[in-house]
């Protein structure tokens, strides 16, 4: 196998649109044994989704204290060094990762990523599904609390496990890197932390100063709203510019309130320093 290979999870503040990273877990495997382990919780800047809360059971309460993702994230990055990564449904967690590299202007290092949940498919196919949680019943994993992010990190380890057991025991199967290599080919994720930066959306010529607001962390005057009859005129701080389902966003600090908010490009008729 690599001489290192890092699975990690995370958990979020929040569902949907633009992720906030809220809690940070990784194992760090060696020759087939768990040698480290990464664990934070994260300081969004956001307040917890109540719907989240009732997965994962963190509430603002619990990150009062903890460090923002501004920091967690380059020191997870530091501790991984050169190695593989993995996660289970990897995009996910790999789009959390790229969020928080846009908004804080971080650097990601290029990395292959092992999805986990493509392994388990292609590997465990009589489990009803290949959720997380389904595949630790299914295959009576000794593993007591699910949605937090070590843990699930840890139940992810021992997915990867179960295939490479029973890949190893096919008649044609092959042996050392060539497996490993094989795992790759097949359980690639369609996201590696190359491709995790937020997709940028298309700006008309009107909003192309929100480009350069964003690089700059300047403010901005927005003339906001559906109807140019009822335009609301909102003081903002852009940090990050994306585009999700088709549709464009701008994450922005609205200066009356103070707090992190999304705003539809669709909706911005106008753009002044």
Known sequence: MPRRLVVFDTETANGGLAMHLLELGAVAIEDGEVVDHFQSLVRPEIPIDAR????????????????????????????????????????????????????????????????TLKLARRHIGESSDHKLETLVQHLELDILEHHRALSDATAAWLVVEE???????????????????????????????????????RLSPR???????????SEVLLHYGEHEGGLAALRVLPRILYESGEKGYLEAECLRSGMLKTYRLDRVRRVEP
């Open 52 to 115: 989240t809360s009732e997965v994962h059971g963190i509430v603002d309460a619990d990150v009062r204290d903890a460090e923002p993702a501004s920091a967690v994230v380059p020191r997870f990055l530091s501790w991984m060094g050169e190695c593989w990564l993995a996660a289970h449904n990897a995009p996910f967690d790999v789009g959390v990762l790229g969020y928080e590299a846009a908004r804080h202007g971080f650097a990601l290092p290029p990395r292959p990523v092992l999805d």
């Open 207 to 217: 909003l192309r100063p929100l480009e350069a607001a964003c690089r700059a962390r």
């Open 163 to 201: 295939c490479l057991a029973r890949r190893a025991a096919e008649a044609d199967a092959p042996s050392g890197e060539s497996l490993w290599a094989e795992f790759l080919h097949h359980g690639a994720s369609r996201r590696d932390l190359t491709q995790a930066l937020p997709r940028a959306p």
